[in-house]
């Protein structure tokens, strides 16, 4: 069974820091691409990062210089460290992961809540 689970979420004042965490299990982590997605209330889900098999990332214009990808395929796990965060920035924000093929297999995480608020 697989399983992605989201940690590290919570309330934090503007210009504050976090660092999300997913921990995935039942897959065979270093085959697939990781990337964290976000979802406001009233907004589409919305890419926020991924970071490849080879460890090449890629971010949304919006979060660039302040959120920074990365992953330990030993402990199965990618991060999200966000730094210098804005009230636009509040979001549940969900794992993902994605294995090339065909069909393509991807998965996603139930999500941790950022609220970002004075």
């Known amino acids: 069974q697989v399983q992605l689970v989201e940690s590290g979420g919570g309330l934090v004042q503007p210009g504050g820091s976090l660092r999300l965490s997913c921990a995935a299990s039942?897959?065979?982590?270093?085959?697939?691409?990781m990337g964290w997605y976000r979802q406001a209330p009233g907004n589409e889900r919305e890419l926020v990062a991924r970071i490849f098999r080879a460890g090449d990332t890629y971010y949304v214009d919006s979060v660039k210089g302040r959120f920074t990808i990365s992953r330990d395929n030993a402990k199965n796990t990618v991060y999200l460290q966000i730094d210098s965060l804005k009230p636009e920035d509040t979001a549940n924000y969900y794992c993902?992961?994605?294995?090339?093929?065909?069909?393509?297999?991807?998965?996603w995480g139930q999500g941790t809540q950022v609220t970002v608020s004075s």
């Open positions: 993902h992961a994605r294995k090339s093929g065909s069909p393509p297999q991807e998965y």
């Open positions: 039942g897959i065979i982590f270093s085959f697939y691409h």
